[in-house]
């Protein structure tokens, strides 16, 4: 496959425009092969701080298990933003993502970010995009994602399903987080995710939601923070991003333990049988 | 519960000490407090462990920090069920936190225990004015739209206002620089000896840096890995070119340099049983043998502020029958180089010692080459709260070094006219 190596992360503002720009005359069923490499990427600490303070972690040298993807996201959108890319970037929905890190990732270290776009594959509300994520130390594979994305559109009724995630434990909450209106403009300006859908009631019913929802990549992030430190170490993480998160909303937090292994997972406060979000982390 | 036992430092940790508004401006008390529990459950094997207790505490404290030792302790790896408090005796809140728990380990009521201590001088609490606080507080009680009104209509532009938290005594309005100013001028200290003992501590900490002294002592916390007021090639000429900082007139000796700055860290000590301790493969570096602490009433100007440490350590050697000359180390706290020397000064003053101390004869003066011998504040930095448990780890190091048997003093003085002092030995 083909390495096009970028000169530094690229900013993401006018990418998304561009996207927005030529969305309507995307088309086609085959995803251009080719990986983006983004070399030596140097942690801000100040936007790092900024991230792990608004997702419940310590301010640490540590970088939580989803951060590579924040810092891998303006290659990811320059990856999606190129004329042949099959699928429109403005009202993707973010569907699974599977995040493994090998080792501790210290924030002194320069991460080399890999984005690469894999297959699209019908789904019953319009095509599934899978992109793969990588980072290394010094050549050395250190952390690695795998998400699915949904381009919305004319599905198939009959397309296979993925992986149904695991159901949520009942019970009582371990912890009831009240997501205050801005959220999404917060998280927008510590992780560059300005996508409309996030901003303000009004930007995302141009898109077609009621009104704005909470990246799915935040209550990923403070829902691996509430389960303490295994996702800090060698380990792997699965989040299904169900069902979106309106703003402001009040969610609990459910929680199963068996060994090493932990289902959570995010509910609606006002309709439990409502799923938001499932996570396992395996440390 | 006849018979004690004794409580054994078994190691320590810190983060590198920051200045304020430096590389820790955006951490908290909590985020520095919980790097350091984790560096020091790291470094001992520690995850998972319930421990007796852990106790720590900050001096500039926010009031959701109500539980903050419990906060740092759930974020860190330690066992959930680990118990934990914060206590607060402003510079000596470190050290108080190690004699605690080293008596309850001594009387069996634990087996083992962090002490510690935090503070950020960069994120602090900001207080709005007094007058502003009674009327936010009247809004928001009011019941009825009218109080209601009435409680809005009383907020003046002019109550706006923020207050930042200083090192300022409550009662005298003073800062503890000005206090210090005072009590050096009483003891004749001059500029040069303070500006001696400046650079002495910054030599001393560059060289224990340099031969890996704190390599098993110390985290790397947001790309700090030494202490950042640590300057290395300072000298006599440019410390002594500083202009005063505190005091007035030709008996101006305090700058900034020979005064410890506003500092960002943290710090904590374990401790342990020794049969915890060999439970657990761990070798106790030394033994937490006495702890005294002193006040001084400052108000009338009797005494200074910061020397009730000069009281709390013949009170201490007396139960103990040990002179001052009895120690192989000191670590006496250099809040300000005019401390360290006042407080020697009123220990070889027959005057003070008869007279204050109600002794025969004067404590002495102490070998100065036994005196912080791998630097002190002035080079470190001091955070507060933090102090105690720099100065603990760091002597029982020493001590370990030296051998068994080697006795260490440690003088720490505190805002409020206080002082906490304590004795360790090699195990």
Same mark, same amino acid.
């Given at each position: 496959?083909?390495?096009?190596?970028?000169?530094?992360?690229?900013?993401?503002?006018?990418?998304?425009?561009?996207?927005?720009?030529?969305?309507?005359?995307?088309?086609?069923?085959?995803?251009?092969?080719?990986?983006?490499?983004?070399?030596?990427?140097?942690?801000?600490?100040?936007?790092?701080?900024?991230?792990?303070?608004?997702?419940? $972690?310590?301010?640490?040298?540590?970088?939580?298990?989803?951060?590579?993807?924040?810092?891998?996201?303006?290659?990811?959108?320059?990856?999606?933003?190129?004329?042949?890319?099959?699928?429109?970037?403005?009202?993707?929905?973010?569907?699974?993502?599977?995040?493994?890190?090998?080792?501790?990732?210290?924030?002194?270290?320069?991460?080399?970010?890999?984005?690469?776009?894999?297959?699209?594959?019908?789904?019953?509300?319009?095509?599934?995009?899978?992109?793969?994520?990588?980072?290394?130390?010094?050549?050395?594979?250190?952390?690695?994602?795998?998400?699915?994305?949904?381009?919305?559109?004319?599905?198939?009724?009959?397309?296979?399903?993925?992986?149904?995630?695991?159901?949520?434990?009942?019970?009582?909450?371990?912890?009831?987080?009240?997501?205050?209106?801005?959220?999404?403009?917060? $998280?927008?300006?510590?992780?560059?995710?300005?996508?409309?859908?996030?901003?303000?009631?009004?930007?995302?019913?141009?898109?077609?939601?009621?009104?704005?929802?909470?990246?799915?990549?935040?209550?990923?992030?403070?829902?691996?923070?509430?389960?303490?430190?295994?996702?800090?170490?060698?380990?792997?993480?699965?989040?299904?991003?169900?069902?979106?998160?309106?703003?402001?909303?009040?969610?609990?937090?459910?929680?199963?333990?068996?060994?090493?292994?932990?289902?959570?997972?995010?509910?609606?406060?006002?309709?439990?049988?409502?799923?938001?979000?499932?996570?396992?982390?395996?440390? | 519960?006849?018979?004690?036992?004794?409580?054994?430092?078994? %190691? %320590?940790?810190? +983060?590198?000490?920051?200045?304020?508004?430096?590389?820790?401006?955006?951490?908290?008390?909590?985020?520095?407090?919980?790097?350091?529990?984790?560096?020091?459950?790291?470094?001992?094997?520690?995850?998972?462990?319930?421990?007796?207790?852990?106790?720590?505490?900050?001096? +500039?404290?926010?009031?959701?920090?109500?539980?903050?030792?419990?906060?740092?302790?759930?974020?860190?790896?330690?066992?959930?069920?680990?118990?934990?408090?914060?206590?607060?005796?402003?510079?000596?809140?470190?050290?108080?936190?190690? +004699?605690?728990?080293?008596?309850?380990?001594?009387?069996?009521?634990?087996?083992?225990?962090?002490?510690?201590?935090?503070?950020?001088?960069?994120?602090?609490?900001?207080?709005?004015?007094?007058?502003?606080?009674?009327?936010?507080?009247?809004?928001?009680?009011?019941?009825?739209?009218?109080?209601?009104?009435?409680?809005?209509?009383?907020?003046?532009?002019?109550?706006?206002?923020?207050?930042?938290?200083?090192?300022?005594?409550?009662?005298?309005?003073?800062?503890?620089?000005?206090?210090?100013?005072?009590?050096?001028?009483?003891?004749? +200290?001059?500029?040069?000896?303070?500006?001696?003992?400046?650079?002495?501590?910054?030599?001393?900490?560059?060289?224990?840096?340099?031969?890996?002294?704190?390599?098993?002592?110390?985290?790397?916390?947001?790309?700090?890995?030494?202490?950042?007021?640590?300057?290395?090639?300072?000298?006599?000429?440019?410390?002594?070119?500083?202009?005063?900082?505190?005091?007035?007139?030709?008996?101006?000796?305090?700058?900034?340099?020979?005064?410890?700055?506003?500092?960002?860290?943290?710090?904590?000590?374990?401790?342990?049983?020794?049969?915890?301790?060999?439970?657990?493969?761990?070798?106790?570096?030394?033994?937490?043998?006495?702890?005294?602490?002193?006040?001084?009433?400052?108000? %009338?100007?009797?005494?200074?502020?910061?020397?009730?440490?000069?009281?709390?350590?013949?009170?201490?050697?007396?139960?103990?029958?040990?002179?001052?000359?009895?120690?192989?180390?000191?670590?006496?706290?250099?809040?300000?180089?005019?401390?360290?020397?006042?407080?020697?000064?009123?220990?070889?003053?027959?005057?003070?010692?008869?007279?204050?101390?109600?002794?025969?004869?004067?404590?002495?003066?102490?070998?100065?080459?036994?005196?912080?011998?791998?630097?002190?504040?002035?080079?470190?930095?001091?955070?507060?709260?933090?102090?105690?448990?720099?100065?603990?780890?760091?002597?029982?190091?020493?001590?370990?070094?030296?051998?068994?048997?080697?006795?260490?003093?440690?003088?720490?003085?505190?805002?409020?006219?206080?002082?906490?002092?304590?004795?360790?030995?090699?195990?």
């Amino acid at each position: 496959m083909a390495v096009e190596v970028l000169d530094g992360p690229p900013s993401t503002v006018p990418l998304l425009a561009r996207a927005a720009l030529t969305a309507r005359g995307r088309h086609g069923g085959e995803v251009p092969e080719r990986t983006l490499r983004v070399e030596d990427v140097v942690v801000d600490r100040h936007r790092l701080a900024a991230y792990q303070r608004l997702t419940g $972690y310590d301010v640490s040298d540590t970088l939580p298990q989803a951060y590579p993807w924040v810092l891998a996201f303006p290659v990811q959108t320059a990856l999606m933003a190129r004329p042949d890319f099959p699928v429109a970037l403005p009202g993707m929905v973010h569907l699974e993502n599977r995040v493994t890190t090998h080792r501790r990732l210290d924030a002194a270290e320069p991460l080399t970010l890999d984005v690469t776009a894999g297959a699209l594959r019908p789904h019953r509300r319009g095509r599934t995009l899978d992109v793969r994520l990588e980072a290394r130390v010094a050549g050395e594979l250190v952390w690695e994602c795998d998400s699915v994305y949904l381009g919305r559109g004319r599905g198939s009724e009959d397309a296979p399903r993925g992986d149904a995630p695991p159901a949520l434990p009942g019970g009582p909450a371990v912890a009831v987080w009240r997501l205050p209106d801005d959220l999404g403009r917060e $998280y927008a300006s510590v992780s560059g995710d300005v996508n409309p859908i996030h901003l303000h009631p009004l930007s995302a019913r141009a898109m077609g939601f009621p009104r704005h929802i909470a990246h799915g990549m935040w209550t990923y992030a403070r829902t691996l923070a509430a389960l303490g430190r295994g996702s800090l170490g060698p380990s792997t993480s699965r989040v299904w991003f169900t069902k979106p998160v309106f703003l402001p909303s009040t969610v609990e937090l459910v929680v199963q333990r068996s060994g090493t292994g932990v289902l959570a997972g995010l509910r609606s406060r006002k309709d439990p049988s409502t799923t938001h979000v499932v996570v396992t982390l395996d440390a | 519960m006849t018979t004690t036992r004794r409580a054994a430092v078994l %190691g %320590g940790n810190r +983060i590198p000490f920051a200045r304020q508004f430096g590389p820790y401006a955006e951490a908290s008390n909590q985020d520095m407090l919980t790097a350091a529990l984790e560096g020091l459950v790291a470094r001992h094997g520690l995850a998972g462990e319930r421990l007796g207790e852990v106790v720590a505490g900050a001096v +500039i404290k926010h009031s959701r920090d109500f539980n903050l030792t419990r906060e740092a302790v759930l974020g860190s790896s330690l066992a959930p069920d680990t118990p934990a408090y914060d206590i607060q005796q402003a510079c000596g809140t470190g050290l108080e936190a190690t +004699i605690l728990v080293a008596n309850k380990i001594a009387l069996g009521q634990a087996d083992s225990a962090i002490a510690g201590g935090v503070d950020s001088a960069s994120d602090a609490p900001i207080v709005v004015p007094e007058k502003l606080r009674q009327k936010l507080l009247r809004l928001n009680r009011a019941k009825t739209p009218a109080d209601r009104a009435k409680a809005a209509i009383s907020l003046r532009p002019t109550d706006l206002g923020i207050q930042v938290p200083a090192a300022t005594e409550p009662r005298t309005g003073m800062s503890m620089g000005e206090h210090m100013a005072i009590t050096a001028a009483r003891w004749r +200290i001059t500029r040069e000896a303070q500006d001696e003992l400046a650079l002495a501590s910054h030599q001393k900490l560059a060289a224990a840096y340099e031969r890996g002294f704190f390599d098993d002592l110390l985290t790397p916390y947001l790309g700090l890995t030494r202490d950042q007021n640590l300057r290395p090639d300072s000298t006599l000429e440019k410390l002594g070119s500083l202009r005063t900082a505190f005091g007035s007139g030709p008996d101006a000796t305090m700058t900034a340099a020979n005064s410890t700055p506003l500092s960002d860290g943290a710090s904590a000590v374990l401790l342990g049983s020794e049969e915890w301790a060999a439970a657990h493969g761990l070798k106790p570096l030394a033994f937490f043998v006495d702890g005294e602490t002193a006040a001084v009433d400052y108000l %009338g100007g009797e005494e200074g502020l910061l020397m009730a440490p000069a009281y709390a350590v013949p009170r201490m050697l007396a139960r103990q029958g040990l002179t001052l000359q009895d120690f192989d180390l000191y670590e006496i706290h250099e809040a300000f180089a005019a401390t360290v020397l006042s407080t020697m000064a009123a220990w070889e003053d027959e005057e003070f010692c008869h007279d204050r101390l109600g002794l025969d004869a004067p404590l002495g003066s102490i070998d100065r080459a036994k005196l912080n011998v791998t630097g002190s504040s002035l080079a470190a930095g001091h955070p507060f709260a933090a102090t105690g448990g720099r100065i603990v780890a760091t002597l029982a190091k020493l001590l370990h070094e030296r051998g068994s048997g080697a006795r260490g003093l440690i003088s720490i003085c505190a805002a409020g006219g206080q002082g906490v002092v304590a004795i360790l030995e090699a195990a």
